[in-house]
């Protein structure tokens, strides 16, 4: 960070300077503007300093319709991975110390968890494809001019508006973390990593918390796995109002949400009144105020994001974009931070390595976690037949479960190869405890071509969930018991 804060300018008061520069001189002011100090725009900016270039990052976050804002850092460090990781871990300290009493810890009753949080904070737009202009919040604005632009603008959560009273009442995960007051009794809408996530955290810090979900859980994610994460939250609290959808969101005299919703399978109107209302309905880019269209870097009409090659440059080749703001890339943390010290690389650095988006494990931080990399049972079998698919996997009791006398119905693994002689792996799915540790040392073997039979010579270490992925035996096909008994 030091490199970066060192060789960072500040922008204000600089706009008529860059001009005059620029109009006597022919040149651009800096070598790299990057629009957006989150993951992607600081990995980027980071790594063009190193090579000693002069680098500068535009960040700005535009308040949410709830009020919250924050600082430098992007979604991750302020309002996604690292406090939804905090309040995980929060969640799960709340269990563990249900366990503890099994390991004989006599602790004073009740056990209860105090809401508590932490507090952390020039928005750009093209005027021409070199410059930048920036405007502070008070309204001040400065023209930067680069050689070399990156678009690292991410993405924030979006607002049903079509349903009364969403815009109005309801939260969004941009507010969640930097509520004051414990949320309350709590309705998830949707249905995906940031809905699992938020609901199952709050279930495990003991709210009364409810996800509503249209349609099928974890979307893109093997469906076999989804069910049995969203299985293991029922049986931990957290209430699920399945193929419903909402219609209304009003405010009661009680300050209560009252939200009306539609029962698709049973074709009711049914209603309830909660604390918050959180929408989890997925994120988008704000690409409008960019004014793209000024300098031609062409966007997906449907979704907004732009449109980028596998050096990551958009329509326009001295303009990049990288992280969500990319259309067809992961929304992820690490592979913008990748794809940004890459492209830095590729600029300065005499490199012509392309970010590599297979294979790109991740982990959902539900209750009990569950982390993937590579295929799904279903995108496999649709890719090369159910003919030419294995699939080994295992029920399994992780060893501290049992003197809790914790349910381990959920505990499962798969692993989905080629069925051809080297069967070759081309999935590994984990749900257990730190699945996101486990999954992470797989995901190199796999990235390397790891085939089954290389993983059977792989040796355990015991007494972990993790050694169960290297005795996996028993084949789907088969339709052997598969639950794992004994050492
Ligand atoms: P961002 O980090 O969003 O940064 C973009 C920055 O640009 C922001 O600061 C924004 O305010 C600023 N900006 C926007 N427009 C302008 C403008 N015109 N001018 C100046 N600045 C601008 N990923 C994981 O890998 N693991 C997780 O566990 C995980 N958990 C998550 C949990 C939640 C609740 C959420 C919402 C996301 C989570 N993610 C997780 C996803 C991860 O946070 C994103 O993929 C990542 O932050 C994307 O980085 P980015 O650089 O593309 O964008
Ligand atoms: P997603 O786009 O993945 O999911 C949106 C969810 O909302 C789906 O379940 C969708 O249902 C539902 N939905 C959409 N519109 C409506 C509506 N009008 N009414 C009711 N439900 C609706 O978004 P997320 O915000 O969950 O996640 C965004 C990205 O952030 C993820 O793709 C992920 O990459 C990243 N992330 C990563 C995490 C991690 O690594 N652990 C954690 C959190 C986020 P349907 O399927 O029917 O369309």
Redesign the pocket.
């Known amino acids: 960070m030091a490199a970066l804060w060192r060789r960072r300018e500040r922008f204000l008061g600089a706009s008529g300077l860059c001009r005059t520069v620029r109009a006597l001189s022919g040149k651009n002011e800096y070598d790299l503007l990057v629009i957006g100090g989150g993951s992607g725009g600081l990995a980027c900016a980071k790594e063009a300093a190193q090579f000693g270039r002069k680098v500068a990052v535009l960040d700005y976050v535009d308040p949410s319709p709830q009020g919250t804002t924050w600082g430098v850092g992007g979604t991750c460090v302020n309002v996604?991975?690292i406090p939804?990781k905090l309040m995980h871990q929060a969640a799960l300290l709340g269990s563990a110390l249900k366990d503890a009493q099994h390991y004989g810890w006599s602790i004073s009753q009740p056990v209860h968890h105090t809401w508590k949080v932490k507090y952390f904070n020039m928005k750009g737009s093209f005027s021409d494809p070199h410059t930048i202009r920036g405007l502070t919040k008070a309204g001040k604005e400065t023209v930067v001019t680069a050689e070399n632009i990156v678009i690292a603008t991410g993405g924030r959560?979006k607002y049903?508006t079509h349903i009364a009273g969403a815009l109005e009442y309801g939260i969004t995960s941009d507010d969640l973390f930097w509520l004051k007051e414990s949320p309350g009794k709590t309705l998830v809408?949707?249905?995906?990593?940031?809905?699992l996530?938020c609901a199952g955290f709050l279930t495990g810090i003991g709210l009364d918390t409810t996800v509503?979900?249209?349609?099928?859980p974890l979307?893109g994610f093997d469906q076999q796995m989804a069910s049995l994460v969203t299985e293991h939250m029922e049986s931990y609290g957290t209430k699920f109002l399945k193929r419903c959808?909402?219609t209304k969101v009003e405010k009661l005299e009680s300050n209560r949400l009252q939200v009306t919703w539609k029962n698709t399978d049973l074709g009711t109107e049914e209603r309830d009144s909660f604390d918050t209302v959180m929408w989890?309905?997925?994120?988008a880019p704000d690409t409008k105020t960019l004014n793209l269209e000024t300098v031609g870097v062409k966007t997906n009409s449907e979704t907004g994001k732009i449109i980028v090659d596998a050096g990551e440059a958009t329509s326009v080749p001295h303009i990049y974009a990288i992280g969500d703001i990319t259309e067809g890339r992961?929304?992820?943390t690490p592979t913008a931070i990748a794809a940004g010290k890459l492209l830095a690389r590729r600029l300065f650095g005499q490199s012509s390595e392309l970010m590599d988006y297979d294979n790109v494990p991740?982990?959902?931080?539900t209750p009990l976690e569950y982390g993937c990399v590579g295929l799904s049972e279903e995108v496999a079998v649709q890719s090369y037949g159910s003919d030419n698919i294995e699939v080994y996997h295992a029920y399994y009791k992780p060893l501290e479960f049992t003197v809790a006398e914790r349910d381990a119905t959920q505990c499962y693994m798969k692993m989905v190869c080629l069925r051809e002689r080297e069967q070759r792996i081309l999935g590994l799915h984990f749900i257990g405890p730190n699945a996101g540790e486990v999954i992470q040392g797989f995901a190199l073997g796999i990235k390397c071509g790891a085939t089954y039979p290389q993983l059977m010579k792989t040796i355990g270490i015991h007494p972990t969930c993790a050694e169960e992925i290297t005795k996996l035996h028993i084949t789907k096909r088969s339709g052997l018991d598969a639950t794992v008994t004994g050492c």
């Open positions: 996604g991975c939804k959560p049903p809408v949707g249905a995906s990593y940031v809905s996530e509503m979900m249209r349609s099928i979307r959808f909402p989890a309905v997925g994120r992961p929304e992820l991740t982990t959902v931080f």
